[in-house]
């Protein structure tokens, strides 16, 4: 068990483009979720999967934001057209329902930066 | 919705003394956990504590244990013994179901 992967770990670019991140969570988990954190501050809630199904979405993921997490393995968020304002950590995070609140673990994050 | 507080920005330590982390909550919910996450420099999110609120027993790991008033809405975590690998930042976290609520955190520094 290598834990919850982020990749890339770092993305840059050029505001307007489109950008994809990708998660892969510990095998057996079968909840994932997305957070945001912007500088200084705590991460925010964005979206929640349970198997392949988004069963929650914040008012912070615009029409812009899209996740998706095909065959309830691994979970990809994409954000098009980025803004400066998406600037941010991505983290990831998964649980499993046998281990509840307990076995919620983190990846390392991709930290996305739009010039 | 539920809205958690860090009034401390900032915290610095002599190596080997104790340091007080606060944190305040705010919900109408009676059952729900309470978590202190470690964020180092490397940024994995790592569990530091947790609570459950129907527990009256403060939670306590090794160098780690928390005050939690239930009544007061109040969280604090006590680091002793501070080791020059507690600089991070730290979280206070709230969970309902699945869907974790985050303060803006404390950054700790231990001094050598």
């Known amino acids: 068990d290598t834990g919850v992967s982020q990749d890339p770990r770092h993305k840059i670019t050029k505001r307007g483009q489109n950008v994809t991140f990708r998660c892969d969570p510990i095998s057996e988990h079968n909840r994932l979720y997305w957070y945001r954190q912007t500088l200084g501050q705590g991460p925010e809630f964005l979206t929640y999967f349970q198997n392949e199904a988004q069963l929650e979405k914040s008012r912070l993921l615009s029409d812009r934001f899209s996740a998706e997490r095909p065959k309830g393995s691994f979970s990809t968020l994409e954000i098009q057209r980025t803004e400066q304002g998406d600037s941010a950590m991505y983290l990831c995070?998964?649980?499993?329902?046998?281990?509840?609140?307990?076995?919620?673990?983190f990846g390392s994050g991709t930290r996305l930066t739009v010039v | 919705a539920q809205t958690v507080t860090q009034s401390q920005p900032e915290m610095s330590v002599q190596e080997a003394e104790t340091v007080t982390l606060s944190c305040t909550y705010d919900t109408s919910e009676n059952n729900y956990y309470l978590f202190w996450y470690k964020q180092p420099p490397s940024r994995q999110m790592i569990l530091v504590i947790r609570q459950e609120a129907y527990k009256q027993q403060n939670a306590t790991e090794n160098r780690f244990s928390v005050n939690f008033q239930k009544a007061a809405k109040s969280f604090s975590l006590k680091i002793s013994d501070s080791q020059l690998g507690d600089t991070a930042m730290y979280f206070c976290?709230?969970?309902?179901?699945?869907?974790?609520?985050f303060g803006a955190g404390t950054t700790v520094t231990v001094r050598a």
């Open positions: 995070a998964s649980s499993s329902i046998l281990t509840g609140v307990f076995g919620y673990t």
């Open positions: 976290a709230f969970i309902l179901d699945y869907k974790l609520s």
